[in-house]
């Protein structure tokens, strides 16, 4: 019988378990059962961003998948309050580690883009909050995007209505060493901003808010071929949302950082594959 090829689905899973060997240890404590390593956890909450599904009907469509079972070693299935207790214990720093790793499995070039986008905080519809009367806070998740690979470097996310100028900084200051040249629209328009890149060794192309003729003049003399590749961070942002939900189903702001970061993670993994 011939050998079937490799899914894109298998080949996912497989980059995912080896990253998670790499980003954290087999298990949480020396207390632990160890009926499930937390590299297993791991590709599971991958597969569940990446099917954009529930703990429950992941793990009810894992029985009819033996290849991807034995690819990460899972002899039984886990309970869904056991997948949803492993996300709680792993950090935000275990996943942003993932995330660098992520980053290293394709070719980029140094030329990012920022931009910012909202996400829903429930899954309930449009209709129903209105008709309810309900108000639900949007979180701002902003991205640094790598334009040649599409590659999501970081990601800054809140619950308040921070000016994009606050937000910049510190994604500056985190991934100075990744960027060569930053790329933004009118909303990063501040000279602070385009200080700090300098001292970081960063190229800000930043567009100016033409209040003046000077503003204007200055972005007539921009770079129009290399800050067309802005739209890429635009692109991402959209494929983004289509392909993972623009919502996310956590109910605590934590987890919700943390949904956001696994989703940034699952992105770079689809594009490596």
Request: proline letters at 3%; glycine letters at 4%.
């Given at each position: 019988m011939q050998t079937l090829p490799k899914s894109q689905l298998l080949r996912f899973v497989e980059q995912a378990f080896h990253l998670a060997q790499r980003a954290v240890s087999r298990y949480s404590s020396k207390y632990s059962k160890q009926r499930y390593t937390l590299h297993q956890h791991v590709v599971?909450?991958?597969?569940?961003?990446?099917?954009?599904?529930?703990?429950?009907?992941?793990?009810?469509e894992?029985?009819?998948?033996?290849?991807?079972?034995?690819?990460?070693?899972?002899?039984?299935?886990?309970?869904?309050?056991t997948l949803c207790k492993a996300f709680d214990r792993?950090?935000?720093?275990?996943?942003?580690?993932?995330?660098?790793?992520?980053?290293?499995?394709?070719?980029?070039?140094?030329?990012?883009?920022?931009?910012?986008?909202?996400?829903?905080?429930?899954?309930?519809?449009?209709?129903?909050?209105?008709?309810?009367?309900?108000?639900?806070?949007?979180?701002?998740?902003?991205?640094?995007?790598?334009?040649?690979?599409?590659?999501?470097?970081?990601?800054?996310?809140?619950?308040?209505?921070?000016?994009?100028?606050?937000?910049?900084?510190?994604l500056i200051n985190r991934n100075a060493s990744e960027i060569g040249v930053l790329l933004g629209d009118k909303g990063y328009d501040d000279q602070q901003i385009r200080a700090m890149a300098r001292e970081n060794g960063v190229r800000p192309l930043i567009k100016h808010c033409d209040f003046s003729s000077l503003q204007k003049a200055?972005?007539?003399?921009?770079?129009?071929?290399?800050?067309?590749?802005?739209?890429?961070?635009?692109?991402?942002?959209?494929?983004?949302?289509?392909?993972?939900?623009?919502?996310?189903?956590s109910r605590r702001w934590w987890k919700q950082f943390r949904e956001l970061a696994l989703a940034c993670i699952v992105h770079n993994l689809d594009r490596a594959i």
């Open positions: 599971l909450l991958c597969l569940k961003i990446r099917k954009n599904t529930t703990y429950r009907t992941l793990l009810d894992f029985i009819e998948m033996p290849r991807i079972r034995n690819a990460i070693n899972l002899t039984e299935l886990p309970d869904p309050s792993l950090d935000m720093a275990v996943w942003r580690v993932l995330l660098n790793l992520s980053v290293s499995l394709l070719l980029t070039n140094g030329v990012t883009g920022i931009d910012a986008s909202g996400f829903d905080r429930t899954h309930a519809s449009k209709h129903y909050t209105k008709r309810a009367k309900l108000t639900i806070q949007q979180l701002k998740v902003t991205l640094l995007v790598d334009t040649r690979a599409n590659a999501i470097l970081d990601l800054h996310v809140t619950t308040t209505r921070k000016h994009d100028t606050q937000i910049t900084p510190s200055w972005n007539a003399r921009l770079d129009t071929e290399l800050y067309g590749q802005r739209s890429q961070s635009e692109t991402v942002n959209s494929r983004f949302k289509r392909r993972y939900g623009a919502f996310v189903r």
